[in-house]
């Protein structure tokens, strides 16, 4: 009789998992992110009509300033549940949607290093607390450069997109950051925010 358990459950247990599997394929065929791709340029182009769907999500956007209005940036309305805009920095954060937003400034009059310089500077910084981090891409925009990078956290990779830019003799740095397995959709849109805020605070003008 024991044996005869024994063979029914694992019987059982192999029909759960055939049927998970299954539910798991079935699933995936309908999964937006499996069949829609976005471009750089089609978020930008969202953002500066202040509305973008992302898959399923819809998105809406506003101009916000943050660091005693020093920074402009175009904030994802009624998405983050978390907001703490002091003087000299700012979070904005998703619990939701696992999406973080990070902003700080300070008083600089020194030419920017190159980007190179300033790599692998992150990255000597990164060695020395035991982290790896895998830059994937780097560009320069006016006075902004900025990178797209995975780093390795306790709950898992997340990909970051970290900018640095100067502006009024002041340096600015911002960090904008979600999954890993989410950068093709929320991580692309993440550096399509900062291409606008690059160009809202060289323009001084609104995301229209």
């Not at 402009?72 to 002091?86: A, G, K, N, S, Y």
């Not at 937003?101 to 290093?113: A, G, N, W």
């Not at 981090?133 to 900025?146: A, F, H, P, T």
């Not at 900018?163 to 991580?187: I, S, W």
Request: proline content about 3%; hydrophobic content about 35%; aromatic content about 8%.
């Amino acid at each position: 009789m024991e044996i005869d358990r024994s063979i029914a459950l694992y019987i059982r247990q192999q029909w759960e998992r055939e049927e998970e599997e299954k539910n798991r394929s079935f699933l995936a065929q309908y999964d937006p992110k499996n069949h829609i791709k976005y471009t750089l340029e089609e978020l930008i182009d969202g953002i500066h009509k202040k509305k973008q769907y992302l898959y399923t999500l819809k998105l809406e956007f506003e101009e916000k300033k943050l660091l005693s209005g020093r920074l402009v940036i175009p904030l994802i309305r009624d998405f983050f549940d978390v907001t703490d805009d002091e003087p000299d920095t700012a979070l904005l954060a998703s619990n939701r949607h696992h999406v973080t937003m990070t902003f700080s400034d300070t008083p600089c009059q020194k030419t920017l290093h190159s980007i190179e310089e300033w790599i692998e500077g992150m990255e000597r910084s990164m060695r020395a607390m035991y982290l790896h981090m895998k830059v994937e891409q780097k560009k320069v925009l006016g006075n902004m450069e900025y990178l797209c990078c995975t780093m390795p956290t306790a709950k898992g990779k997340l990909y970051n997109v970290i900018f640095h830019m100067q502006k009024d003799d002041r340096l600015y740095v911002g960090a904008l950051n979600c999954p890993e397995e989410e950068k093709e959709g929320m991580g692309l849109l993440l550096e399509a925010c900062v291409h606008v805020i690059e160009e809202m605070n060289r323009q001084g003008g609104d995301v229209s």
